[in-house]
Antibody, heavy 127, light 107 residues
């Protein structure tokens, strides 16, 4: 079964750090882009960042709101992608989703959408 | 960053109704847009990618259209399981950006 499952969420004080993990199974992990998306309580979806596939050297992209504080890393040998969150702010309180996406070309002109989502892990930042 | 504006923010409809949700990009994004459905307490689900391609397993009552800046998600005959919030997402350039969502409620 194709799936991704997040872990590592919890309650943390403002200014602290947390490392979220996403474990993938059922597909050739190295071929896929992996994104993190978050959703604050009662709010819409916000893209957080991306790790490209092996062919694209696992390069990363980030939303402006998290750049410099969040770092995405992946280990294709363990079929996992992590999100390191530093200098946590109250605005980072959200459910964090890990998603899978496929690009048919190196430049990702043809993106086949985020077709597999994990159930999410909740991060709560206390001030 | 490209802004994605969905309309309406919410709508009330009945089973069997034809429902249309629009998404407008602040600049041209070719056809690099997806539509997602989210039910309360659940992860989003991919419905449409590349503006009009139906994701495998998604019922054919869902369809997408548009290119450039204006896009539409249509549900041809609303079913009870379709009451949810719908989001568009542009993947034309970074940062990827979602619309604010459209909540489809029971009339």
């Amino acid at each position: 079964e194709v799936q991704v499952v997040e872990s590592g969420g919890g309650l943390v004080q403002a200014g602290g750090s947390l490392r979220l993990s996403c474990a993938a199974s059922g597909f050739t992990f190295s071929e896929y882009y992996m994104d993190w998306v978050r959703q604050a309580p009662g709010k819409g979806l916000e893209w957080v960042g991306r790790s490209r596939n092996k062919v694209n050297s696992h390069s990363t992209e980030y939303a402006a709101s998290v750049k410099g504080r969040f770092t995405i890393s992946r280990d294709d040998s363990r079929n996992s992608v992590d999100l390191q969150i530093n200098s946590l702010e109250s605005e980072d309180t959200a459910v964090y989703f890990c998603t899978r996406g496929y690009c048919s070309d190196n430049g990702c002109v043809n993106f086949y959408g985020m077709d597999v989502w994990g159930p999410g892990t909740t991060v709560t930042v206390s001030s | 960053a490209i802004q994605m504006t969905q309309s309406p923010s919410s709508l009330s409809a009945s089973v069997g109704d034809r429902v249309t949700i629009t998404c407008r990009a602040s600049q041209g994004i070719r056809n690099e847009l997806g539509w997602y459905q989210q039910k309360p307490g659940k992860a989003p689900k991919l419905l449409i990618y590349s503006a009009f391609s139906l994701q495998s397993g998604v019922p054919s009552r869902f369809s997408g259209s548009g290119s450039g800046t204006d896009f539409t998600l249509t549900i041809s005959s609303l079913q009870p399981e379709d009451f949810a919030t719908y989001y568009c997402l542009q993947d034309y350039n970074y940062p990827l950006t979602f619309g604010q969502g459209t909540k489809v409620e029971f009339k």
